[in-house]
């Protein structure tokens, strides 16, 4: 569905995929919505007419997450196969596909400057990949079950990550070091930087919402 923030009322309906919807996104122009499902496609909306522009096939399970590169040229996509397609934006062919997760792929995120792919799993790593070869660059291990989200922070430095192990962690996204751990009241299903990279949002099964401020190398709640 599309909302108008403002007023918070339903612009528009968009109907096509026949699994259910895990993840969206607005392209950085907001011209386009990318959505991901669990019938195994993307697909590409028209944001002002709320138009399917096209349907993007290739994985072989469900998709859980889905982004755009800041330039707006591509797409990544996380999968219950156990890997990450990069595709064409504008034609939405499949570019490449990452592989290296043992298991599902619960989200994903491309870095500020679009060099960098973020990914987070069921087998509790994330991974760093080079967005333009495909390759991995390193494994982020620290986690002892399923990443959930993860996310850059906006200057690209950052790496903030949500398990089911009922932590939140932060990361050196250059090292792949782990940097603080702040531990919620139950698995941390979605995490956030603010636009000033101050502060850290996130959410957990239990329905509470943590506001976190960055201070030093930890967090202040």
Known sequence: KLWDAESGKEIAVLEGHKGDVTSCAFSPSGKQIVSGSGDETLKLWNARSAKEIATLKGHMGDVTSCAFSPDGKQIVSGSDDKTLKLWDARSGKEIATLKGHLRQVRSCAFSPDGKQIVSGSYDDTLKLWDARSGKEIET?????????????????????????????????????????????????????????????????????????KLEGSGFLL
């Not at 009922?166 to 139950?186: F, H, P, Q």
Request: proline content about 1%; glycine content about 10%; hydrophobic content about 35%.
């Open 140 to 212: 982020l291990k620290g986690h002892v079950d399923s990443v959930l989200s993860c996310t850059f922070s906006p200057d690209g430095r950052l790496i903030v990550s949500g398990s089911s192990d009922n932590t939140l962690k932060l990361w050196d996204a250059k090292s792949g070091k782990e940097i603080a751990e702040y531990l919620c009241n139950d698995c941390v299903r979605s995490c956030s930087i603010s636009g000033c990279g101050r502060f850290i949002a996130c959410g957990d099964f239990s329905g509470n919402v943590y506001m976190l």
